[in-house]
């Protein structure tokens, strides 16, 4: 979560540290763990509320937040991950 919460320039770059941090559960064989945190990801509840000053987040890193549960990619993990470990009425 620590690499989350640095400020990116780019969606693309959030949501390989996303995907990173789920891949990795899955090489852990953490399945449920891995399922749990991609929708977490795709639900726009990951990283702090308050940044590392204690101050609120800015605007774009909000807003770069909020742009990458919209990203394919994830998308495509989810629907991945719920079809193989999650509940039919999920997938």
Same mark, same amino acid.
């Not at 991609?38 to 770069?64: C, H, I, N």
């Given at each position: ?5 640095? /400020?990116?320039?780019? !969606? =693309? ?5 996303y995907c990173a941090a789920v891949e990795l559960? $899955? ?13 977490q990801f795709v639900a726009g509840s990951p990283? /702090?509320?308050?940044? !590392? =000053? ?12 909020? $742009?990458?549960?919209?990203?394919p990619r994830l998308w495509m993990l989810y ?13």
């Amino acid at each position: 979560r620590t690499a989350a919460d640095q /400020p990116f320039k780019h !969606v =693309d770059s959030l949501v390989t540290v996303y995907c990173a941090a789920v891949e990795l559960e $899955l090489r852990q064989e953490r399945f449920p763990e891995a399922l749990s945190l991609v929708q977490q990801f795709v639900a726009g509840s990951p990283g /702090p509320r308050v940044g !590392v =000053d204690g101050a609120a987040p800015s605007e774009p890193v909000a807003k770069l937040r909020r $742009l990458a549960t919209k990203a394919p990619r994830l998308w495509m993990l989810y629907a991945d991950l719920e079809e193989s470990f999650g509940t039919l009425n999920g997938a």
